[in-house]
């Protein structure tokens, strides 16, 4: 008779959304960005984002049939996962490698943790930041030019033969913006919103990205507050130690739609399972995942720091969360 129960505090939402309806929408928000990549850097890039899907898939179905679960590959997300790893791996990576960064990400950074609405780490940035770390050379050495197929004398099987061979193709590799220390001379403001740069197949066209983002805040998946306080953070303090000619000399534009910060800041930082509850969680991870994306990008070894700012940030959620839920009527502090 003494026991009681403590609820949260209202609202309590009442959603007839369903997991399925979620990754279906997330699914629908990528389109662009997807079609984008396959277009800007042709047929290659599709089947490694094919392959990474399968990958994703395959290992998900695999592992729930071996521990006796139900099978749950129907509700999209081990699919949603393969594609992230696919979007963010170079264009011209080996299709071994996002097979490889799927089944991480599945098995590691998902399953080990008791699957979907568990893990505590984003698994599509976790399977990355694994590539990056075994095979360092394989995830930065497959940047093509946007619309290389259109070059006479190339095509699918040029890359395949090449990489068989082990022969790098030059004439159509081309750094990305962040990896030259800045936008090139051949690369416009225009060109970074439209994707015509090298880098990562879902990561270039910041437009793209933009209809992306803007559909998830539309079907109200996602907040606001966090890709834009991730993205003006990252900005505000790329423009002001940036610069090569001292404070406040920094390209704010050129670090917003240059590397994955667009995808980052909409994708993968407003993950639901990963990301704090409230808006004033929200911000703060944000501002963090600006802050250390900022700190990477002028101090650390790799140019780009965003997957690395969302993955220590994802560690924080837990806290960043016990101390910005309102606490409910009645609650003891502990």
Not at 214 to 228: D, G, K, N, T, V
């Amino acid at each position: 008779m003494d026991r009681q129960l403590v609820v949260t505090t209202p609202p309590h939402i009442r959603s007839a959304a369903s997991v399925n309806r979620i990754m279906a929408d997330v699914h629908i928000a990528l389109a662009p960005v997807t079609i984008a990549g396959v277009y800007l850097f042709g047929f290659r890039s599709a089947v490694l984002l094919a392959v990474s899907v399968l990958a994703a898939v395959v290992t998900e179905a695999a592992i729930e049939k071996i521990l006796k679960w139900d099978v749950t590959i129907g509700d999209y997300s081990a699919a949603l996962t393969g594609l992230f790893v696919g979007l963010v791996l170079p264009p011209g990576a080996p299709l071994w490698l996002g097979a490889i960064g799927s089944a991480f990400s599945i098995a590691v950074a998902k399953m080990a943790f008791g699957g979907l609405g568990k893990n505590i780490f984003n698994p599509a940035l976790a399977g990355r930041v694994m590539l990056l770390a075994a095979w360092p050379i394989a995830m930065t050495k497959g940047w093509l030019q946007p619309l290389w197929w259109r070059q006479e004398g190339f095509s699918f099987w040029t890359l395949r033969v090449a990489d068989r061979l082990g022969i790098s193709v030059d004439v159509i590799t081309s750094a990305t913006p962040l990896a030259k220390g800045g936008a090139p001379d051949p690369y416009t403001m225009m060109d970074l919103f439209t994707g015509r740069v090298g880098g990562c197949i879902g990561e270039t066209s910041a437009a793209a990205l933009l209809i992306g983002g803007a559909y998830l805040i539309y079907r109200r998946l996602i907040y606001w507050q966090l890709p834009a306080s991730f993205i003006a953070t990252t900005g505000i303090l790329m423009w002001a130690f940036g610069g090569q000619q001292g404070l406040f000399t920094g390209d704010f534009m050129m670090h917003v739609l240059a590397g994955g910060l667009i995808l980052g800041a909409f994708f993968m930082a407003t993950d639901m399972v990963t990301s704090p509850i409230t808006i004033r969680g929200q911000l703060i991870m944000g501002i963090g995942c600006g802050a250390i994306t900022a700190l990477v990008r002028l101090k650390g070894g790799p140019p780009e720091g965003v997957s690395y700012s969302i993955l220590i940030m994802n560690a924080f959620t837990p806290l960043i969360d016990k101390y910005t839920v309102p606490r409910p009527f009645g609650e003891k502090v502990s």
